[in-house]
Nanobody, 118 residues
Framework: QVQLVESGGGLVQAGGSLRLSCAASGSIFSINPMGWYRQAPGKQRELVAAVTSGGSTQYTNSVKGRFTISRDNAKNTVYLQMNSLKPEDTAVYYC????????????WGQGTQVTVSS
């Protein structure tokens, strides 16, 4: 059994910052990659950022220069530092992890709400 537990969402004014965390627990051999998706009302879920076990990162264009993804492999935890937040960043943010080994597959967190007021 594998679980992803997220924390750090909330309400912030435009221009503010939030930091999301996601910790994976359970039967884990390796995770590659880990990342964050988001889904705004009436829109499809989109990839925000992802990071490999080696530290390579990927960002959607709209967050480049504002968001930073990082991970602690020893703790099976991924972080998303979000700066200069905009109202259009408002969404439910989901942690994602692709596991290798005996529990091979894609796993998702329960989602955390991020609301940016103008």
């Amino acid at each position: 059994q594998v679980q992803l537990v997220e924390s750090g969402g909330g309400l912030v004014q435009a221009g503010g910052s939030l930091r999301l965390s996601c910790a994976a627990s359970g039967s884990i051999f390796s995770i590659n990659p880990m990342g964050w998706y988001r889904q705004a009302p009436g829109k499809q879920r989109e990839l925000v950022a992802a990071v490999t076990s080696g530290g390579s990162t990927q960002y959607t264009n709209s967050v480049k220069g504002r968001f930073t993804i990082s991970r602690d492999n020893a703790k099976n935890t991924v972080y998303l530092q979000m700066n200069s937040l905009k109202p259009e960043d408002t969404a439910v943010y989901y942690c994602y992890a692709h596991l290798n080994g005996p529990t091979f597959g894609d796993y998702w967190g329960q989602g955390t709400q991020v609301t940016v007021s103008s």
